[in-house]
């Protein structure tokens, strides 16, 4: 029997990030991923940018969405974090470095951000398990 799947939304606030990190940690640990840690970094620095850059031009933050899943046939954990916002814009303004995305691209076995249909961003990443 696979284990089930994490689903988590919420305000795209600081204030949110501690505790979907601390999730996504648990998850990954319990489910075997090789470096739960690493897990927990890649889902911080995700979940961060959507944060600082999905709702720019909102009058509030809108939510954003972790799943996370097994990959069985795989070995692997899958990790989507979705927003609604803006998308993948340049920003002159950004506070960041623009060291998150690559770094979450070092930590995954796989990475990619996709443009979402309706508007905003998914980053899905995968984590092998033992």
Do not use: W
């Not at 939304?9 to 840690?37: C, K, L």
């Amino acid at each position: 029997m696979s284990p089930p799947v994490l689903v988590r939304r919420f305000t795209a606030s600081p204030e949110e990030i501690g505790a979907v990190r601390r999730e996504v940690r648990e998850y990954a640990e319990r489910n075997g991923a090789t470096d739960p840690n690493g897990v927990a970094l890649a889902v911080t620095e995700a979940i961060t940018n959507a944060v600082v850059h999905a709702y720019i031009d909102a009058p509030e933050p809108g939510e954003i969405e972790v799943i996370v899943q097994p990959l069985p046939d795989e070995e692997a954990i899958e990790i989507l974090v979705c927003d609604e916002g803006r998308g993948m814009m340049p920003r002159t303004d950004s506070p960041g470095l623009g060291l998150g995305l690559p770094l979450v691209a070092t930590l995954a076995e796989r990475f990619e951000v996709q443009a979402r249909a309706g508007g905003g961003t998914r980053v899905r990443m995968a984590f092998t398990t033992s």
